[in-house]
């Protein structure tokens, strides 16, 4: 586009960017996607840290697009108790927000279950707690974006998650969950979604964060071997190499089946409060209910 070397090639689009404008065409996506959520001055959001690249991009992408807009930016960090892994992440995600000067709050899994990830991984024999660690991730997110009156709760997920998350609920003929993988209103207790990433590849999330020389957590957590997540990954980058565009593809398929889906009652669309902990729910009693019974066994 304007002659200077090429740090970055999209072979989906065909285009060859300078780290220039490889920065300017994730802005421009992440811009366009922030756009979509109407947010007003006044409005609150929560964006899940971790410390990692997507969510420490989603963090100050947030910081520099919303906070002048008069919307209030503020931020959650999930402990799920991984001894060697979690305490890094949670020392990257404070570093920016106190550089950011935006609050700050960690909520635990041993708080809140009564059991550590580390725990869960023995009681399930050594296997994956990857189940209980995502269910107990996405109740506290939303918990704690509730109590904070937020409008949105924004996460880092990227185009490469969020096509993974397609194919695997599609392979595991998941309907109910495609039909929660989009985007949703708020209600009954859900606080809406914004993922200002999902159009941008993780390479191009870690490019950026690269480029502006943003500090983040790069370890891998080490249940992420076992995790089924993997094998979906692998498969689909073997894929998107073969047949490039096939992660826009997955996405544009769960938007346009999505508002159908979810409007389907047999698939969840009714919710109500869990005879057990108050949290949202399609059935009487919720996943992370359940799964926390389980793995406390
Ligand atoms: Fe949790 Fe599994 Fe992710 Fe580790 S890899 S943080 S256990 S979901």
Redesign the pocket.
Known sequence: MCGQPAVLLQRYSGAHLCGEHAQRSVEKRVTKEMARDKLRRGDVVVVAV?GGKDSVCALRFARRYLAPAGVEVRAVTVD?G?AS??PAGIEVAASHCKELDVPHEVVRDRDAFGVT?DEA?QRLEGA????P??VF?RTLLNKAAREHGAARLVTGHNLDDLAQSVLMNVLRGDAARLARLGRHEARDGLVPRSTPLRMVPEREVALYAHLQGWAVHNE?????V??Q?RGVRDTLLELEEREPGTRHALVAFLDKVQPALAREPSLGAELRACLTCGEPTSGERCQACAMAERVRA
Not at 128 to 131: E, K, M, Y
Request: aromatic share 10%; net charge positive; with cysteine.
């Open positions: 971790s799920e991984i892994y979690r990830m991984s994956a707690p990857c189940s660690c995502g991730r891998e957590c080490p249940y992420a076992l995790a997540r």
